[in-house]
């Protein structure tokens, strides 16, 4: 009998050591972004010490999970910081061995005080070619903030840059082009809610630094003849827009703006006799213009003769000389075909009304060529 009572204890106090172990909280509150957050997930039965796990899915973002000092719990804490159903399996194990699991799902709405809302109502105008810096703020709903450029686009050489704390978007640069520039803002609060607000910019043409043409007449030209003519400007800010703003250029040329946009070249081979007439229009990038009228006659055919000589080189291996022609005395085009044998060229290709500017060349045996002699000009009646 004794014996039997014996055998009956030690079943009992195995039966309280390894019995099962349970989770005993049926399911957990709501949270909001931006609030506190604080629940418990109690767990009975087995033997202590519990560990715990989340077995699958994850908690919402910014609470996290600290098993108790009894290791009877499951404290979970923090501050939400994104709208959003988060589901998850929470498994507690017992001393024994013995597992158990229960899911969860904890809705995360959106902080519903403090309203996310864009405080800057207005942003001032700008200026081309002056540095403009201007801040977009926002309060209200939960940090971090996202910012992004909903419609429209800002004046072009502002750009848009996010402060550290993301309460705020610094717009700053140097605007390039007058023009009125409409455009959205948007806010993002971390829990979701959004907020827009519409600005509008107006970028003025610089009030100084205008630019203007420098050259005040174009050279005529002969039907059949290569034509090349070149109108410059300078001042104001670069780069420069070229536009014919009125009549016509000769028929067979054609404008091609210079790399460096200080300069529009008029080259082609004109084809019909007329006297065409039109005005070149230039514009600085701050918006201020100017332009010039040109008239340029195409004649049927050249009735007159340039008549060059100089002075031949005293060096042995020149072999021959190039003869260069320009409208202005700085933009220069060989004329001859081929090398001139000696100190003598006509130049048979001149318009009427037309100055030109000529240079010679000598060229060695091996190619290499001299700099220009001193210009002279010529005046074609």
């Known amino acids: 009998m004794k014996s039997f009572l014996f055998s009956s204890l030690l079943l009992a106090l195995g039966a309280q050591c390894f019995g099962t172990v349970a989770i005993t909280t049926s ?107 201007q801040v977009v703020k926002a309060s209200g709903g939960c940090t971090p903030y996202k910012w992004s450029i909903a419609s429209g686009a800002l004046p072009a050489g502002v750009t848009a840059k996010m402060s550290s704390t993301t309460t705020s978007v610094d717009l700053a640069g140097t605007p ?37 043409i420098s050259t005040t007449s174009l050279p005529n030209g002969t039907v059949g003849t290569a034509y090349s003519a070149v109108v410059k400007a300078s001042g104001g800010c670069t780069p420069y827009k070229w536009a014919i703003a009125s009549g016509a250029l000769p028929a067979g040329v054609t404008a091609t703006m210079a790399s460096t946009t200080t300069a529009l070249n008029l080259t082609g081979t004109p084809t019909s006799a007329a006297t065409d007439s039109f005005t070149v229009k230039v514009m600085a990038c701050s918006g201020n213009a100017a332009q010039t009228a040109y008239k340029v006659v195409v004649q049927a055919s050249a009735n007159h003769v340039v008549d060059l000589s100089w002075k031949a080189s005293a060096t042995s291996d020149v072999t021959g000389y190039n003869v260069y022609r320009s409208p202005d005395a700085s933009t220069w085009k060989r004329i001859n075909a081929s090398l001139v044998p000696s100190d003598l060229y006509s130049d048979s290709t001149v318009s009427n009304g037309s100055t030109y500017y000529y240079a010679a060349t000598s060229v060695d045996v091996f190619g290499h060529e001299s700099s220009k002699t001193a210009p002279i000009k010529v005046v074609v009646p």
């Open 27 to 133: 399911s957990l509150p709501s949270g909001t972004v931006g609030k506190a957050y604080s629940a418990i997930i109690n767990a009975s039965g087995g033997c202590t010490p519990y560990k715990w796990t989340i077995a699958s899915g994850a908690l919402p973002s910014g609470v996290t999970a600290k098993v108790s000092s009894t290791t009877t719990s499951l404290d979970l804490a923090g501050t939400p910081t994104t709208a959003a159903t988060d589901s998850f399996t929470v498994k507690v194990k017992g001393c024994g061995g013995i597992t158990y699991q229960k899911a969860y799902k904890v809705v995360v709405q959106a902080s519903t005080s403090g309203t996310l809302a864009i405080t800057t109502t207005s942003l001032a105008n700008g200026t081309v070619g002056t540095a403009y810096s």
């Open 176 to 212: 390039t082009t007058a023009a009125t520039d409409s455009f959205t803002m948007k806010v993002t609060g971390c829990g979701g809610g959004t907020y827009e607000k519409s600005y509008k910019v107006v970028v003025q043409a610089s009030t100084s630094g205008s630019p203007s």
